[in-house]
């Protein structure tokens, strides 16, 4: 019990702490990228993977945008990986996607990518070549955002407020933030169900 009240403590200050402004950038720029009608290509290592993936999902159904992630196709990831290596399984999958400056990439991550650090250097080296081309760079990430903040037009950084719990609350502020933004009245353009549901039977 103890420890539930704390980790959820910890989820309130966090939530409190979080930058609207930050958030309000990556909404506007998204709501542009729709109206170039460019794609957005969502990143994300482990867990973070499952959170691009969540994300890939909204953004078509829910905001009506061409969005796309390289983890979701395990056998295109693999055979890259396997044949090319791991730090250039995102760039040369972005490569094939013909990336452009009307395009978005988006990050979800811990801790952004450190290349000194060999800290997910595929989400460096996707960015590095995302510059390269003029792509948008947005993100939400944890600790200081690493190489995606410091690249990116906007980000989302999620606060620390316990260094024993970073990843876990990182991870968990993803689909917060998320849905924060794929629920936003400019951004999103279809109804959910259950909220359709609901004005259905009023």
Same mark, same amino acid.
């Given at each position: 019990?103890?420890?539930?009240?704390?980790?959820?403590?910890?989820?309130?200050?966090?939530?409190?702490?979080?930058?609207?402004?930050?958030?309000?950038?990556?909404?506007?720029?998204?709501?542009?990228?729709?109206?170039?009608?460019?794609?957005?290509? %969502?990143?994300?290592?482990?867990?973070?993977?499952?959170?691009?993936?969540?994300?890939?999902?909204?953004?078509?159904?829910?905001?009506?945008?061409?969005?796309?992630?390289?983890?979701?196709?395990?056998?295109?990831?693999?055979?890259?990986?396997?044949?090319?290596?791991?730090?250039?399984?995102?760039?040369?999958?972005?490569?094939?996607?013909?990336?452009?400056?009307?395009?978005? %990439?988006?990050?979800?991550?811990?801790?952004?990518?450190?290349?000194?650090?060999?800290?997910?250097?595929?989400?460096?080296?996707? *960015?590095?070549?995302?510059?390269?081309?003029?792509?948008?760079? *947005?993100?939400?990430?944890?600790?200081?955002?690493?190489?995606?903040?410091? %690249?990116?037009?906007?980000?989302?950084?999620?606060?620390?407020?316990?260094?024993?719990?970073?990843?876990?609350?990182?991870?968990?502020?993803?689909?917060? %933030?998320?849905?924060?933004?794929?629920?936003?009245?400019?951004?999103?353009?279809?109804?959910?169900?259950?909220?359709?549901?609901?004005?259905?039977?009023?």
């Amino acid at each position: 019990m103890k420890y539930a009240k704390q980790f959820l403590a910890e989820s309130a200050e966090i939530a409190a702490k979080l930058d609207a402004r930050d958030i309000a950038g990556i909404v506007r720029r998204l709501v542009a990228a729709r109206r170039r009608r460019g794609r957005v290509f %969502v990143l994300g290592v482990g867990g973070s993977a499952a959170a691009a993936s969540h994300f890939v999902n909204d953004l078509r159904k829910l905001a009506a945008i061409d969005a796309r992630a390289p983890t979701d196709n395990i056998s295109e990831l693999t055979a890259r990986i396997n044949d090319e290596g791991w730090e250039s399984c995102f760039e040369n999958w972005l490569k094939t996607s013909r990336l452009g400056r009307n395009d978005v %990439v988006f990050v979800f991550s811990v801790g952004g990518g450190d290349r000194a650090r060999n800290i997910s250097p595929n989400l460096v080296r996707a *960015l590095q070549y995302a510059k390269a081309r003029k792509a948008v760079i *947005l993100g939400i990430v944890g600790r200081d955002g690493g190489y995606t903040a410091k %690249v990116a037009a906007a980000r989302a950084i999620i606060p620390v407020v316990n260094k024993d719990r970073i990843t876990p609350h990182t991870e968990s502020f993803h689909a917060l %933030v998320a849905h924060l933004i794929i629920s936003h009245p400019r951004l999103q353009s279809a109804a959910t169900k259950w909220e359709r549901e609901m004005r259905t039977a009023k």
